[in-house]
């Protein structure tokens, strides 16, 4: 199967592990590293509304943690891969610091789409760049 489209279906997957009691959203996200390596994220919610986290970012803190830091792209997806979801632009940002010549991977009617994180949040902050 096609790498993206691979990426997705983990993304989706993952949504199942979300903790979303809150919104009843549940988002997935599937991360790949230079190197090959894969991981996932799901949304982490928390009755204090203002810490919870995204999928994308619990995906890439999980990869930074483990020493991953060269990441490529990230597919994010809900349950129902048909959706489309976008990454916010907390989580754009926290992309841009760690993958900013990679790219975000969403579904349109199932089928992914490629955007560089570059052309989602153009405006970032990224110190070295600047
Ligand atoms: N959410 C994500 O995890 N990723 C996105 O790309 C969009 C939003 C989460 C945050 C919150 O837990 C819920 O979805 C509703 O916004």
Known sequence: MEENKQLLEIASQSAKYAYAPYSNFKVGAALLTDDGLVFTGCNIENASYGLCNCAER??????????????????????????????????????????????????KNGEPEEIKVKDMLPYNIVLDKT
């Open 58 to 107: 619990t995906a890439v803190f999980k990869a930074v943690s483990e020493a991953k830091t060269n990441l490529k792209k990230i597919a994010v997806a809900v349950e129902d891969i048909n959706r489309t979801v976008y990454p916010c632009g907390a989580c754009l940002q926290v992309l841009a610091e760690f993958m900013y010549d990679g790219s975000v991977i969403i579904s």
